[in-house]
C-alpha cells in the first residue's frame, strides 16, 4: 500500500472518529471501539491524522478528500465545544496511558533487540501520538514532558540515524528536527 492509499485510509478512520466524537467526549473511557475493520477512537489516534493529512493535504488529497478533510475537522471543532475540561482531561490520560505503552516498547527492545526492533516502523505510532496529544494541549509545558524527555535519552541512547520509517509522501509531514524518532531505527 502507497504513502497515498494509507493516507486515504487515514480520511476514513479520521471521519469515523470524527462522527464519534461528541459521545467519546462524555464517555468515560480513553480508547472506544469504532468499527471492527478501524483502530480504535481515541484523541491521540484522531489528533496524528488531523495532523498527517492536514500537512499533506495538499500534495496528496484531491479536492473531493480535502472536502471531506475539512467537513471532519469542523465536526471534531464542534464536538468539543463546551467540553474542553473532558478533552483536556482525555489527553492527559491518554498521554500517560501511551507514555507506559512507548516505555513498555522501548523496554522489549533493550531486553530482546533482534526479537522487537523490527516493530519499530508500527510501533513508532505511539511515539507520534504522544507528540500530537502534548501539542493539543493549552499549555504544553504542564504535559508530562519530564517522562517523554527520559524516554527520548534513552532511545537515543540505542539510535542508529537512517532513512524516514514511514511512506516517503509523508515526510514532509514529519520535519526531522522535531520528529528526529521517525529518521532511523533503535540499534540491534
Do not use: C
Request: aromatic residues 10%; charged residues 25%; glycine residues 6%.
Amino acid at each position: 500500500m502507497t504513502g497515498k492509499q494509507k493516507l486515504a485510509k487515514d480520511l476514513e478512520i479520521l471521519e469515523a472518529m470524527a462522527a464519534g466524537m461528541n459521545n467519546y467526549l462524555l464517555s468515560k473511557t480513553i480508547f472506544q471501539t469504532l468499527q471492527l475493520d478501524m483502530p480504535q477512537l481515541t484523541l491521540g489516534g484522531y489528533l496524528m491524522r488531523q495532523h498527517r493529512l492536514q500537512a499533506l493535504a495538499g500534495e496528496l488529497l484531491n479536492e473531493v478528500e480535502q472536502g471531506r478533510l475539512e467537513k471532519a475537522v469542523d465536526q471534531f471543532k464542534q464536538s468539543l465545544m463546551g467540553k474542553q475540561a473532558q478533552f483536556e482531561q482525555k489527553v492527559e490520560r491518554e498521554i500517560g496511558s501511551r507514555l507506559r505503552q512507548w516505555a513498555e516498547y522501548l523496554r522489549e527492545v533493550e531486553g530482546d533487540p533482534a526479537e522487537n526492533a523490527p516493530y519499530y516502523t508500527s510501533r513508532v505510532e505511539v511515539r507520534a501520538m504522544v507528540a500530537a496529544l502534548i501539542e493539543a494541549l493549552p499549555a504544553p509545558a504542564a504535559a508530562p514532558t519530564d517522562a517523554l524527555d527520559q524516554l527520548d535519552d534513552k532511545l537515543s541512547q540505542t539510535w542508529q540515524p537512517g532513512h524516514f520509517v514511514w511512506p516517503t509522501e509523508w515526510q514532509p509531514a514529519y520535519p526531522k528536527d522535531l520528529f528526529w524518532w521517525l529518521y532511523g531505527n533503535p540499534r540491534f
